[in-house]
């Protein structure tokens, strides 16, 4: 059993910031690529930030020069500091997590959510 616990969703006024947090926990043997997705009401979800193992990152490019995905392989966490925030950015955020758990298979799981809403 693997969970995805997202943290740091919030209200926030348009220009500013919000730090997003995902613990993955379970057997959980490596975490090849570990991102954020967001979906606002009557959109289909998309893809916002993902980092690998490696750490090459990648992000939409609505978010480039203002989000910065991280992530500490030590605990397994993800992190999204997301900065000069616009209301376009309001959404539910999810933390997606592509790994292998303890008897080798290769999963996709997805975390409950984290409401984020930028007032303008």
Avoid: H
């Avoid at 969703?9 to 975490?31: D, E, M, P, T, Y």
Wanted: charged letters at 15%.
């Amino acid at each position: 059993q693997v969970q995805l616990v997202e943290s740091g969703g919030g209200l926030v006024q348009a220009g500013g910031s919000l730090r997003l947090s995902c613990k993955a926990s379970g057997f959980i043997l490596r975490i090849n690529v570990i991102g954020w997705y967001r979906q606002a009401p009557g959109k289909q979800r998309e893809m916002v930030a993902t980092i690998t193992s490696g750490g090459s990152t990648n992000y939409t490019d609505s978010v480039k020069g203002r989000f910065t995905i991280s992530r500490d392989s030590s605990k397994n966490t993800v992190y999204l500091q997301m900065n000069s925030l616009k209301s376009e950015d309001t959404a539910v955020y999810y933390c997606n997590a592509d790994f292998q758990n303890a008897w080798g298979s290769r999963l996709v799981d997805w975390g409950q959510g984290t409401q984020v809403t930028v007032s303008s």
